[in-house]
């Protein structure tokens, strides 16, 4: 059964630094999206991808956050200069044409030091 | 805006015993309502969807849901439950295709032997 990818399954960044968090949709996908999971909370929905570009995001979603679909195949969130509160699980998301099937990865555990 | 309320943090149940994991949701427009399961440092895996149609949905793992428009719930319910089946389970709710989930606080089910 096709997977969502995402690598690595877990970072550990020193705060200041950038990171960026690789993500390998299903391929025949059309809508991409990034969540997070701070510990012990509710996921939450960062942004939405179509078309090559941002379809929606959240207030969570603020300048030092962006997303990217360098080659067609790969789909990348990357923070610029991480907080200790960015501190979480991303989960990177697809949907496919005419269908309500989210496909979900399995996770980058982010930890920021 | 949509808002999905999972009136249970925790629900313990004795192995073989039928549980039920509730959800409410709120939403100006047609929802589509889904069900998540997330075992201890995995990624998110559906469930069950509701889409239209028929009220009552069966997922995997013997899971099935009821839609009740009127009382705007999206209950979980399996009748045996198993210890496998330990995990946090998530309600979450989409108001078109393509559009972002906005997902509940989520309900750990603890199955004890």
């Known amino acids: 059964e096709p997977e969502v990818t995402q690598t690595p399954s877990h970072q550990v960044t020193q705060m200041g630094q950038e990171v960026i968090l690789r993500c390998v949709p299903i391929?025949?996908?059309?809508?991409f999206y990034w969540y997070r999971q701070i510990l012990g909370q509710k996921v939450e929905f960062l942004v939405s991808f179509y078309n090559n570009e941002i379809s929606e995001k959240s207030e969570i979603f603020d300048d030092q956050f962006s997303v990217e679909r360098p080659d067609g195949s790969n789909f990348t969130l990357k923070i610029r200069s991480t907080k200790l509160e960015d501190s979480a699980m991303y989960f990177c998301a697809s949907s496919e044409p005419g269908s309500y099937g989210y496909t979900f990865g399995s996770g980058t555990r982010l930890t920021v030091v | 805006a949509q808002s999905v309320t999972q009136l249970d943090s925790q629900v313990p149940v004795f192995e073989e015993a039928p549980v039920e994991l509730r959800c409410n949701y709120s939403s100006s427009v047609s929802v589509y309502l889904f069900w998540y399961v997330q075992y201890p440092n995995q990624g998110l895996q559906l469930l069950l969807k509701y889409l239209s149609g028929s009220t009552l949905v069966k997922g995997i793992n013997g899971f099935e849901a009821e839609f009740n428009k009127s009382q705007t719930s999206f209950h979980l319910r399996k009748p045996s439950v198993h210890i496998s089946d330990t995990a946090e389970y998530f309600c979450a709710v989409s108001d078109g295709y393509g559009n972002k989930l906005v997902f509940g606080a989520g309900t750990i089910l603890r199955v004890k032997s």
């Open positions: 391929s025949n996908h059309l809508y």
